[in-house]
């Protein structure tokens, strides 16, 4: 049976957003979820691959 590559967790995504050093980054992460949720009338979720949140806080981080 397919199992998605994706899975829906409970981590925040303010506090994802939040995780981001970059101020421009965290400004652009909050205008695309107002778009996202006026858009698809959702709330939102995160969904990760096989990452952990604090990688992904890695990848919003500057390099």
Known sequence: MYEPKTKENDHS???LIE???NTKKR???YKLLEIFQETS???PKICLFDHSIN???FILSPL
């Open 27 to 29: 400004d652009d992460a």
């Open 55 to 57: 990688e992904l806080a």
């Open 13 to 15: 995504v303010v506090e």
């Open 19 to 21: 995780m981001a050093e």
């Open 41 to 43: 009338g959702y709330e």
